[in-house]
């Protein structure tokens, strides 16, 4: 069977090397790829958005499945369009996929379903939102409600860091029309989960829970950034509260979904608050999220070809999804100023025992060569017994890895060893 998977980053890499175990597949196309994935697929350089060029691609490549990763085309309609032709698919469609790219609809779902999230408001107005930042306290939360790249959510400490927000978002045009309509909610403390699952819009199995550090800097200093590392499983997700946040978050959403005639298949990822009130939802993707999946698939034991079109056929309850009682730590390597300015082009070596271990982001080919080619370049998974040799194998196989400026955190996982101790 020939397979499609649409993207470009280290989390298609990861899903890549997952399908390749299964020995039905034939050929992997990647589209657009990196010069990483083409070690492991056939990249093509077609653009994950473009619809007409996937649409005809897969109708003269002979494909029998297509995955669907990034928010982008699945917002687009990528599933829709592909499954018109007769191609099955991993992911939802656009109508599902709304969770997703408007966080307007995702609040007002958990609010009419009695969904536990933070409070909130919306605006579709600059002025109105400011004269409501007069009222409240800091810190306090303000979300674009459309697809922004991972960078329309703001943290505001102060009253005027809310207001400045608001401004770049609704005024000055910062994300385009996503940021046309906002929503401020309350800050919600806790630790922070992250959980993805399958689902075929009746039966919802969780993977492993994962824990992601979203600052630049050790400490959880520095800007926000895409991820530089992950760990599996999050030691703060004990059994209990896996028990409450199916009962209370995983089997409402997606019946909520049902109701509203938007069935969700495909990969649902909550992220998740541990309040001292309970598990509350902070952002719903409708998609593997990236770097998570790095730590969790290389935990998975089944099959995720069978799995994935388990969640096509609605046979999701009838199929094993069985992971690795084992801990993983995936520590990326970024470029230096990411993810700000950062410099392209630069040589990078990775040995070849080494590239078992690596799922590449952001790296091109020049001259039959991988030269750096994003800011975050790479990242490197170890799987181990327990979570400190995770993270030290993890640093070790990082540490073999050369490219001039490279960065990364050095405190991945300090913090789930920390609660794992406590």
Sequence with gaps: MNLMVIGGGGREHAIVKKLRENPAVETIYVLPGNGGIAHDAVCTGISATDIDAICAFARS????????????????????????????????????????????????????????TAGFRVFYEADKALDYLDHVNAPIVVKADGLALGKGVVVAQTRQEAKDAVVAMMEDKRFGASGERIVIEECLEGPEVSVLTFTDGTTVVPMVSSMDHKRAHDGDTGPNTGGMGTVAPNPYYTDAVARECMERIFLPTVRAMNAEKRTFRGCLYFGLMLTKNGPKVIEYNCRFGDPETQVVLPLLESDLLTIMRATTEGTLAETEVKFRDAHACCVVLASAGYPLAYEKGLPLDIPAETWPHVYVAGAAEKDGALVTNGGRVLGCTAVAPTLRGAIDEAYRLADSIHFDNAYCRRDIGARALAAQEA
């Design 61 to 116: 490549h002979d494909i029998g499945y297509a995955v669907v990763t990034p928010d982008d085309p699945l917002a687009l309609g990528c599933v829709d369009a592909l499954e018109d032709l007769g191609v099955p698919c991993f992911g939802p469609n656009a109508k599902a996929a709304v969770i997703e790219s408007s966080k307007i609809f995702a609040k007002c779902l958990m609010q009419k379903y009695g969904i536990p």
